[in-house]
């Protein structure tokens, strides 16, 4: 198994495996090791994989286990452009930072693309964190940024959400280093006025997103993008336009938390306000 760099801060392409039927301890062992040096893997070429074997090869990369997602058992979802949440231009941002327990890592595979190319934007909060100068990692260091969301999905009702989350946050597993704070999601760095506030969650944005940070990734048929949902973030920079053709992208996810929970602990939230 080889292992080929997709930008010089993260990613990487799996060469060498075979994606239907590999999977034994030892090439898992070192998929794993691999997810954790580059926090994203790229498996292409391998045909398309049933349901039950995209949660199979999720699953090698948690804990935690891939979650249920529809309250009925279902570990897989389908992420198209006929509906809103698969069409939208997206800013930055990481799934869920607006709940007190993101998602930890997602895996896609494309099974219908448009005959125009179509793509998905990566970053990396841990690259980032680690090209600060010292005297703003210095500041950051002790700051809660608030996370914040509201829907604008017409197909879902759902509450406001709001969570604080260190602006260096440490992963729950490996220990690294993460500067989180997202475009489409901070609202508001607590220990600091307004102005400070906006001021450096803007001075930070400028450096997470600068264009050699990012990493475009174009979506070929049958490719399985497996990433670290804590690390990276990821944007849809255009509109899905269905009328342009179909493209629909199998989900799994990894989590210690349903969206049915979210969703409860939102709503009980917003009522107590």
Not at 65 to 83: A, I, K
Not at 139 to 149: A, D, I, Q
Request: hydrophobic share 35%.
């Amino acid at each position: 198994m080889r292992f080929r760099p997709l930008h010089p801060d993260f990613g990487a392409e799996v060469l060498d495996f075979n994606i239907q039927t590999g999977g034994t301890a030892e090439e898992i062992e070192e998929l794993r090791r691999a997810y954790d040096e580059y926090s994203m893997l790229l498996f292409r070429g391998g045909g398309r994989l049933a349901p039950e074997r995209h949660v199979e090869i999720a699953g090698w990369f948690g804990p935690p286990e891939p979650v249920d997602n529809s309250g009925e058992g279902d570990f897989v979802s389908v992420l198209q452009n006929g509906d809103s949440a698969g069409s939208m231009k997206l800013p930055f941002h990481s799934d869920l930072t607006y709940t007190d327990d993101p998602i930890q890592a997602i895996c896609l595979q494309a099974i219908e693309l448009p005959s125009k190319p179509t793509s998905t934007t990566y970053v990396s909060g841990s690259a980032a964190w680690f090209s600060l100068p010292a005297d703003l990692q210095a500041r950051l260091e002790g700051l809660t940024l608030r996370h914040f969301y509201r829907t604008r999905m017409r197909e879902f009702d759902w509450p406001d959400f709001i969570a604080e989350h260190p602006v260096r946050k440490s992963h729950p597993r490996t220990g690294k280093p993460i500067l989180f704070v997202t475009e489409n999601h901070a609202e508001r760095i607590l220990e600091l006025d307004e102005d400070e506030s906006r001021a450096l969650i803007d001075e930070l944005f400028g450096h997470l997103y600068a264009p050699e940070r990012q990493y475009e990734h174009v979506w070929q048929l049958n490719d399985v993008l497996m990433w670290d949902n804590l690390v990276l973030q990821h944007a849809r920079t255009e509109q899905s336009d269905p009328g342009e053709g179909k493209r629909a992208l199998q989900r799994v996810a990894l989590s210690d938390t349903t969206l049915g929970q979210h969703l409860e602990k939102a709503r009980a939230q917003a009522a107590a306000a």
